[in-house]
């Protein structure tokens, strides 16, 4: 079992910079997909980044939604088992609670687990991203 603390939320203008990171405690982190999804007021939970486990012929693939590619980048650090959701060019549609989410990935490509929020079984609490100016 996993678990996950997200931080680096807080407010942006439009064009700005925010730097999100997800702590993972558990075992077998390199074994771990992480997700970073996010949900606007009355919305669903949508999907933005995912990265696939670590080693492998398709470790560390990435995957990203067509809203933030080009403007966001994910990356993982196995040491310190981290995986952090670097964003740039900041629009107002980016507000959002920024969950972080794990499992343990198989042999699915990372695009068709980031598609489908129960293939991933832990979440952390969620970071507040607010882009306004």
């Known amino acids: 079992q996993s678990h996950l603390v997200e931080s680096g939320g807080g407010l942006a203008q439009p064009g700005g910079s925010l730097r999100l990171s997800c702590a993972f405690s558990?075992?077998?982190?390199?074994?771990?997909?992480i997700g970073w999804f996010r949900q606007a007021p009355g919305q669903e939970r949508e999907a933005v980044s995912c990265?696939?486990?670590?080693?492998?012929?398709?470790?560390?693939?990435?995957y990203y939604s067509d809203s933030v590619k080009d403007r966001f980048s994910i990356s993982r650090d196995d040491a310190k088992k981290m995986v952090y959701l670097q964003m740039y060019s900041l629009k107002p549609e980016d507000t959002g609670t920024y969950y972080c989410?794990?499992?343990?990935?198989?042999?699915?490509?990372?695009?068709?687990?980031?598609?489908?929020?129960?293939?991933?079984?832990?979440w952390g609490q969620g970071t507040q991203v607010t882009v306004s100016s």
């Open positions: 990265i696939a486990r670590s080693g492998g012929r398709r470790g560390g693939a990435t």
């Open positions: 989410a794990a499992d343990f990935q198989g042999i699915t490509p990372i695009h068709n687990m980031c598609n489908d929020r129960e293939a991933f079984g832990s």
């Open positions: 558990g075992t077998l982190f390199d074994d771990y997909a």
